[in-house]
């Protein structure tokens, strides 16, 4: 097992049942989803469910082919390789998760190609090796379509080695559920939250990159855990890390008044 208790995880479609069978074909996957709506949970899940190590790389525009693979490092006069966290998950037969893939340079992500298709082998030009991957291993990657662009957007070449998954928002009813029991808050407090969120992903802004994700909505019910008064937490957690621009700002401060500012 790869942690003590399975992470709470609620599925709203056939995500695990594809997932699963990807992971005993040997396919690699693609998870497609907006911010915050539980990719990053929905692998730890899987990973327990599968009895597999985990080994997770948050992929930024620095992340370079030596970041993934390894490295040569000087210690006391002499070199030694250090393997990279997705070396290191080839040899172990580990689940290796990299989110938000697209942030990575495409020369950086090419490295995934040979582990990706049938081959299942990591080529490491410093050692001179290429590395079968062990049984177990499984390459899964995640990205926001929301953020696609010329320049932040997958290889076709590297799409069409992959199995992919469309993850989103879950309904309200398991929303309040996932809300309720990450806060620990009751049902009536995640329900108010939820809704809150429904009406905030329908607003139409361009003032908005992202809307309210599961994941505000529960940082929202965190802070109402501690005490601070749920339309002050809503917020602090929801409209704060929405938006910067002072006019969609007040907009949210008003529908959050409106809408929870005397129930709790």
């Known amino acids: 097992m790869t942690t003590a208790a399975r992470p709470f995880y609620v599925p709203v479609g056939d995500e695990?049942?594809?997932?699963?069978?990807?992971?005993?074909?040997?396919?690699?996957?693609?998870?497609?989803?907006?911010?915050g709506c539980g990719k990053t949970r929905f692998v730890e899940a899987m990973a327990y469910d599968l009895q597999r190590p985990l080994i997770t790389?948050?992929?930024?525009?620095?992340?370079?082919?030596?970041?993934?693979?390894?490295?040569?490092?000087?210690?006391?006069g002499d070199t030694r390789w250090v393997?990279?966290?997705?070396?290191?998950?080839?040899?172990?037969?580990?689940?290796?998760?990299?989110?938000?893939?697209?942030?990575?340079?495409?020369?950086?992500?090419?490295?995934?190609?040979?582990?990706?298709?049938?081959?299942r082998q990591l080529p490491i030009e410093r050692l001179g090796t290429v590395l079968d991957a062990a049984p177990g291993f499984c390459l899964v990657v995640s990205y926001n379509p929301g953020?696609?662009?010329?320049?932040?957007?997958?290889k076709d070449s590297t799409r069409q080695r992959m199995v992919a998954i469309e993850l989103d928002f879950p309904p309200p009813d398991v929303?309040?559920?996932?809300?309720?029991?990450?806060?620990?808050?009751?049902?009536?407090?995640?329900?108010?939250l939820v809704q809150l969120g429904q009406l905030i992903r329908r607003l139409e802004t361009a003032g908005l990159?992202?809307?309210?994700?599961?994941?505000?909505?529960?940082?929202?019910?965190?802070?109402?855990?501690?005490?601070?008064p749920l339309a002050a937490a809503a917020r602090a957690a929801v409209a704060g890390p929405l938006t910067d621009d002072p006019v969609v700002t007040?907009?949210?401060?008003?529908?959050?008044?409106?809408?929870?500012g005397s129930a709790y």
């Open 147 to 154: 953020y696609q662009s010329v320049l932040k957007d997958l």
């Open 250 to 260: 007040a907009g949210l401060h008003e529908l959050i008044d409106t809408y929870l």
């Open 209 to 228: 990159r992202e809307v309210a994700s599961t994941r505000v909505l529960i940082a929202a019910a965190r802070l109402f855990a501690e005490g601070v």
């Open 16 to 35: 695990e049942q594809v997932f699963a069978a990807a992971y005993r074909q040997g396919l690699s996957l693609l998870l497609k989803g907006p911010t």
């Open 83 to 119: 393997d990279g966290p997705l070396t290191r998950a080839v040899r172990e037969g580990a689940i290796c998760y990299l989110d938000e893939v697209v942030e990575a340079r495409q020369d950086t992500t090419v490295v995934l190609h040979p582990l990706a298709d049938h081959r």
């Open 175 to 192: 929303e309040e559920k996932i809300v309720s029991h990450e806060a620990g808050v009751d049902h009536e407090v995640a329900a108010r």
């Open 57 to 76: 790389v948050a992929c930024h525009d620095d992340l370079t082919t030596a970041d993934l693979v390894g490295r040569f490092l000087l210690e006391g």
